[in-house]
C-alpha cells in the first residue's frame, strides 16, 4: 500500500507558476504508476499528467510538467502560464498497474491540494 499527500496549491495570478509535490510513502516508489488529476468545481475529475510514460491532457500540454525525485519518493506537478480554467482541485493517484487516462481505476489517492487562479 502507499500514502501520497499533496502540497504546493495556492492562490496565483493567470499567468503565474505554481510547483505541486506528492510525497508517497510505504511501498517502494518506483513499482507504482503516478498521475495527477483534478477536479474543478461542479465538474467531474479529470486526468492531468501521468509520469510513465509521459503523457498530458490537451488542455495543459506545454504548460505543465510532471516529473519525479524517486530518492525523495516525490512527484511534481510544475504548472506555468495557469488560467482561471485550472482552478481546481489537485490530486496525486497511483496504481501498481499501468491505467493512464482511465482515472477511475487508480487505486490510492491523496488529499488534495486547492489551486485557485484569478483573472
Known amino acids: 500500500q502507499v500514502q501520497l499527500v499533496e502540497s504546493g496549491g495556492g492562490l496565483v495570478q493567470a499567468g503565474g507558476s505554481l510547483r505541486l509535490s506528492c510525497v508517497a510513502s510505504?511501498?517502494?516508489?518506483?513499482?507504482?504508476?503516478m498521475a495527477w488529476i483534478r477536479q474543478a468545481p461542479g465538474k467531474d475529475r479529470e486526468f492531468v499528467a501521468a509520469?510513465?510514460?509521459?503523457d498530458y491532457a490537451d488542455s495543459v500540454k506545454g504548460r505543465f510538467t510532471i516529473s519525479s525525485d524517486i530518492a525523495k519518493n516525490t512527484v511534481y506537478l510544475q504548472m506555468n502560464s495557469l488560467k482561471p480554467e485550472d482552478t481546481a482541485v489537485y490530486y496525486c493517484?497511483?496504481?501498481?498497474?499501468?491505467?493512464?487516462?482511465?482515472?477511475?481505476?487508480?487505486?490510492?489517492w491523496g488529499q488534495g491540494t486547492q489551486v485557485t487562479v484569478s483573472s
Open positions: 510505504g511501498r517502494t516508489f518506483g513499482t507504482y504508476f
Open positions: 509520469l510513465t510514460p509521459r
Open positions: 493517484a497511483a496504481d501498481r498497474n499501468y491505467n493512464g487516462r482511465y482515472i477511475q481505476n487508480y487505486d490510492y
